[in-house]
C-alpha cells in the first residue's frame, strides 16, 4: 500500500504541530513567569514628612520660626516645653513580596526647638537605635524628663507593631 503526497502531509502535520507545541511550552512558561514576577517584587512606603533634600542644612542656630516654615512648611504638631518645638514625623515601610504585612523600615521625628524670640535654638532628628530614640544629629540619646516623654508617645503612635 502507498500513501499519495497529500496523505503522507496530514500524516506527518499531527506529529510536527505536537513537536512544534512541546517546543513552546517552555516559552509560554517562561512568559507567564516574567508577567507574574512585577506583582512580587518588594514595595516601599512613605508615610508622613517627607524632608526635602538639603533642608536642613538651610536652617542655621538663630534663624526665625518664619524662615523655618518656608523650608520645612508646616509642622506634623507643634509643642510648648520650654519654649516652641515643631515636630515633623515620618515613617518608611516595605513589603517585601506582595501581599505580605509591611515592615517598618526608618521612623524619624525631626525636631526644631525655638527659644522665647522664637529663634532656632536647636536642631535634632530623632529616630530609633537599637530600640531607643537616638538623636542622629549630635549622636546622643536623651535622657528621661520632658522632652523624652514627649517623644515616646509620638514613636508608638507611628508604630504598627
Do not use: W
Not at 502531509?9 to 507545541?21: G, I, K, N, V
Not at 504585612?101 to 530623632?126: C, E, G, L, M, T
Not at 538623636?135 to 536623651?142: L, V
Amino acid at each position: 500500500m502507498t500513501l499519495s503526497i497529500d496523505q503522507r502531509a496530514s500524516a506527518a502535520f499531527p506529529r510536527a504541530f505536537a513537536a512544534l507545541r512541546r517546543g513552546l511550552r517552555p516559552l509560554v512558561a517562561a512568559a507567564l513567569l516574567c508577567a507574574a514576577l512585577p506583582g512580587c517584587t518588594s514595595e516601599q512606603f512613605q508615610k508622613g514628612y517627607i524632608l526635602p533634600t538639603g533642608a536642613l542644612e538651610q536652617i542655621p542656630i538663630g534663624a526665625s520660626q518664619d524662615q523655618v516654615l518656608i523650608v520645612m512648611g508646616t509642622p506634623s504638631t507643634v509643642a510648648t516645653l520650654s519654649g516652641e518645638v515643631f515636630y515633623y514625623i515620618s515613617q518608611r515601610a516595605e513589603r517585601p513580596v506582595a501581599f505580605m504585612p509591611q515592615k517598618v523600615v526608618d521612623q524619624r521625628v525631626i525636631a526644631i526647638y525655638f527659644d522665647k524670640n522664637r529663634q532656632v535654638q536647636r536642631i535634632a532628628n530623632y529616630g530609633l537605635q537599637d530600640g531607643k530614640i537616638f538623636d542622629f544629629i549630635s549622636r546622643t540619646t536623651p535622657t528621661s524628663g520632658q522632652e523624652l516623654s514627649y517623644l515616646t508617645p509620638l514613636f508608638k503612635l507611628i508604630s504598627f507593631h
